[in-house]
């Protein structure tokens, strides 16, 4: 964090203080008083199941230096004024740390990359973290951090010595995107894909297309849009820009190409990259999948544009840490080979995972532990058949079904030729560890994918 004393905080905020010096420096803030270290702003949270007020004396014993909430009691009030720490009230305290984080912005001299889709946003984030740490000093958040909170606590991070930061951005309505460009004002933008994740909540694909498309509609007109090829919307999301526009993927019209494409026995694909159509080097990335090369290309873009070398953007791919859960490879002592990919679920990531299980698979018994997709409203059902008919396809020989929707997958599994006996239909992970212990055998290949709810990401470990 930059730091700002107590008094721009008020005033960057809007609010009253009542307690502390204006004077006081504030360089940290936390939102949790579970991982503060003392010395830290905390910013008191309020959502529909939790309100960290109740956690504010928690935070005076963590050492906090400073409060900013909406409401405080006289005695928590003295308290405080005891302990010299500064107390700042305001209206809304959720608007109060996406103006902090604006704040941040402006004082900040890095650039700014904002990276939204349906899905390949947090691996196009970790891969371009990993390029851009190699040229200067980078930011990005953990994990998925990329709604109203995760945004401006990631420009909170920034400080007098960063480059580069780099936000994911996810929406589940309109007008959620524009609102964190709002405050983070990114000058490149990617949009990984327009598929079908949160159809629940935007109607339909020209609904998610126009909501992420808010992405490079904020962008300045001597910024970058970088929108995927392949993609159906590709030409409504062109439009949406005022600044220019590269084109990622596969085919001949993408700017920035993988051609020379071949995969390992663990599915880790290696490409050329083609820049304009000069070829520029050979890349191994760390993971199995197709998609996966999908978004390497788009942190390729990005990081080409910010003047990164070839050599750091090569070591950068092949060398990327990326999120857990994300087509993580596990071998288990046992000679099982697990592929994690619980962090999420659409249909779009469902096809992608399965043909890439179907190819590590090989002639080994493939089992398919899938969950529940969320959030796609009248296109639940169909969707979830439709994924059953796929690990059909896939050449899947077991299919664990977990939770309700995903009953449907195993209808039409064994509607599509899976025996009955080879179907199993369960409504937790811990039932479907129960399962996947009793019949695993050395030499299986096992995919574990399901949205984030039901607690897949959890399998492995029981597993192990």
């Known amino acids: 964090m930059i730091p700002m004393s107590l008094g721009e905080i008020v005033l960057e905020t809007g609010g009253r203080l009542l307690s502390g ?6 360089s940290s803030v936390s939102t949790d008083t579970r991982t503060m270290r003392g ?16 956690f504010l004396e928690q935070a005076l014993e963590k050492g906090a230096r400073a409060l900013v909430v909406s409401r405080v009691d006289g005695g928590l009030l003295e308290r405080a004024r005891s302990l010299r720490v500064g107390v700042v009230q305001v209206g809304n305290t959720l608007t109060a740390l996406l103006r902090l984080g604006a704040a941040q912005r402006r004082r900040g001299h890095y650039r700014v990359a904002g990276i939204t889709g349906s899905s390949g946003k947090t691996l196009t984030k970790d891969f371009l973290f990993s390029i ?7 930011v990005a958040p953990p994990g998925s951090y990329n709604n109203e909170v995760g945004v401006p606590l990631t420009l909170l991070e920034a400080d007098v010595d960063t480059d580069y930061l780099i936000l994911e951005m996810g929406a589940r309505g ?50 970058l849009a970088i929108l995927p090829w392949e993609d159906d919307f590709r030409k409504y999301m062109e439009s949406k820009s005022s600044a220019p526009v590269v084109h990622f993927g596969l085919s001949p019209g993408a700017r920035v190409r993988a051609v020379d494409l071949s995969a390992d026995e663990r599915g880790r694909h290696s490409f050329v990259l083609s820049v304009a159509g000069e070829e520029l080097a050979r ?26 070398g070839v050599a750091d ?38 096809r992608s995972a399965l043909e890439t299980f179907a190819a590590l698979a090989g002639k080994r018994r493939a089992i398919a532990v899938l969950g529940d997709m969320a959030e796609l409203g009248r296109y639940s059902e169909e969707a979830h058949r439709e994924v059953g008919r796929l690990a059909v396809e896939c050449g899947t020989d077991v299919l664990i ?37 009793a019949i695993l055998e050395p030499g299986d290949v096992v995919l574990v994918k399901g949205s984030n709810f039901l607690g897949l990401h959890r399998l492995p470990a029981m597993v192990a």
């Open 132 to 138: 851009m740490r190699r040229a200067g000093s980078a």
């Open 39 to 54: 010395g830290e702003l905390f910013l008191a949270l309020r959502g529909a199941r939790y309100d960290a007020h109740d």
């Open 283 to 308: 890349i191994t990335l760390p993971l199995p999948g197709m998609h996966i090369v999908l978004s390497a290309l788009a942190a390729c873009a990005a990081a080409l544009h910010w003047g990164v």
């Open 174 to 223: 309109k007008g959620h995107v524009e609102r964190l460009c709002r405050y983070a004002r990114p000058e490149v933008g990617v949009i990984t894909n327009i598929g079908w994740a949160h159809l629940r909540y935007f109607g339909s694909r020209e609904g998610i297309a126009e909501a992420k498309s808010e992405l490079v509609a904020s962008l300045p007109p001597d910024g």
């Open 401 to 437: 079904a977990v939770g309700r929707r995903a009953r449907l997958m195993a209808r039409a599994a064994m509607e599509a030729g899976l025996p009955r006996g080879s179907v199993f239909t369960v409504r937790t992970a811990e039932q479907a560890a129960e399962i996947l212990r």
């Open 313 to 350: 953007i090569v070591e950068g791919l092949e060398n990327a840490e990326v999120s857990k859960g994300r087509m993580e490879m596990i071998e288990t002592r046992s000679g099982v080979t697990v592929i994690n990919d619980a962090y999420n679920a659409n249909p779009a990531s469902m």
């Open 21 to 26: 010096d204006s004077s006081m420096e504030i």
